[in-house]
């Protein structure tokens, strides 16, 4: 038996905990202790007593999240051990591969790991963690990533200055907890991309769009692209290796449209004229582009509702750019559209795209429906784990 404080439930409220859902809620807490820090590891019992399992405590809605689903120690061995199953799976979907060295390792509760992000970049692992108990455990698991066989990490860069709650006072550092920088260059499927983990959004790279890209490429032979939100360019160079006649990327940041640049002479050479890259807003672009201009079409905007407070605004912002795409895409042209807000369900960002769509007026068919890819894993007992929705729609 271990000796961690214990957190009681009312009578009732384990009921999700029996199902395996790795949340507890601070409002099914009929006691605990009150002397302990966030991030701590603490026990969580039935109110009849019966210990359900063991996580980190954090203030707020969301009190405990389950790390074990017994009463067991988590120390090195607990996070060396779940970090070799997740390089496994990782291994099993042939990710780790000379011609791909980028993919998400730790995908949060989708790998029994609540609060915790790793992204593989060659041989530097970056780290994001979204809960004082994860930030508290760095070290453990960077040397745990060092540790791991066949993995080949020797850096470990820890990011967390904008991931971790604000008002547990933690005051983090990005900083390299283990090694140092070696180079910032990254292989996605046979692609060459700059990765700015220092600096750039989330890890520094969208690695749940690997697939996603792939089918743009299949898509791209002979058809004039444009890339909204690009970021760092990752559809634009998939658009140009399937054969795109031409490819426009635009982002209204100018350090944004600038990697991408780097990121096309990287994989084509600077002569290569089939580019061009736009340093403008969206909306702007799509609302004064000349109609027929582009017959496919990339929408992968930022998080439009980052909380539940903010979806209704969300759905008139999808609603509204995927209405200028359909009124401003060639016939015959081909929408890859999406949405990354967890607070938004599939059915309510396929509804405000379906109302875009009806205020065309044009004929829209459904190709794929499209998710996150195998390496962001969804815990079955974590539904919210889902949160990459897109549709590719052909438009007559």
């Not at 745990?144 to 820890?158: A, P, R």
């Not at 426009?248 to 580019?275: C, F, M, P, Q």
């Amino acid at each position: 038996m271990t000796s961690y404080p214990v957190f009681t439930l009312k009578k009732g409220k384990e009921d999700s905990l029996d199902r395996l859902h790795p949340w507890v809620f601070s409002g099914a807490i009929a006691s605990r202790p009150e002397d302990i820090e966030e991030g701590n590891i603490v026990k969580v019992a039935a109110w009849d007593g019966r210990i359900i399992g063991v996580g980190h405590f954090q203030v707020g809605s969301i009190m405990v999240r389950i790390l074990e689903f017994s009463d067991s120690i988590i120390d090195y061995s607990f996070y060396h051990h779940r970090l070799e199953q997740a390089f496994r799976l990782r291994q099993t979907l042939g990710l780790s591969r000379p011609d791909n060295n980028a993919y998400r390792l730790v995908h949060g509760e989708g790998d029994f790991l609540p609060g915790l992000v790793v992204d593989i970049y060659g041989p530097t692992a970056v780290i994001q963690a979204h809960s004082p108990g994860m930030h508290y455990a760095r070290f453990d698991i960077a040397d745990s990533l060092i540790s791991l066989k066949d993995i080949g990490i020797n850096s470990v860069y820890y990011k967390s200055e904008t991931t971790l709650p604000f008002k547990a006072r933690l005051d983090p550092v990005n900083e390299y907890i283990r090694g140092s920088y070696a180079g910032d260059v990254a292989i996605e499927n046979g692609l060459k991309f700059h990765v700015d983990w220092l600096k750039g959004q989330k890890t520094g790279f969208f690695v749940d769009q690997r697939d996603n890209r792939a089918l743009v490429e299949r898509f791209s032979l002979g058809r004039r692209v444009l890339n909204m939100f690009c970021y760092t360019g990752g559809f634009s160079v998939y658009a140009m290796r399937g054969g795109a006649e031409s490819v426009d990327s635009v982002d209204s940041s100018a350090k944004a449209v600038s990697l991408t640049d780097a990121n096309i002479s990287l994989n084509y050479g600077e002569d290569d004229k089939r580019h061009r890259s736009h340093a403008e807003d969206a909306f702007k672009f799509l609302d004064n582009m000349t109609a027929g201009a582009y017959d496919l079409i990339i929408l992968d905007p930022p998080a439009f509702a980052k909380h539940r407070s903010a979806i209704r605004n969300a759905l008139r912002g999808y609603q509204r750019i995927n209405a200028r795409a359909f009124e401003k895409i060639a016939p015959g042209g081909i929408l890859f559209t999406f949405s990354c807000s967890q607070a938004i369900n599939k059915e309510q960002f396929r509804l405000a795209v379906f109302s875009a769509a009806a205020q065309s007026r044009r004929k829209v068919r459904i190709l794929h429906q499209l998710t996150q890819p195998a390496d962001h894993p969804i815990n079955i007992y974590h539904p919210e784990g889902e949160y990459l929705k897109g549709l590719v729609l052909y438009v007559e």
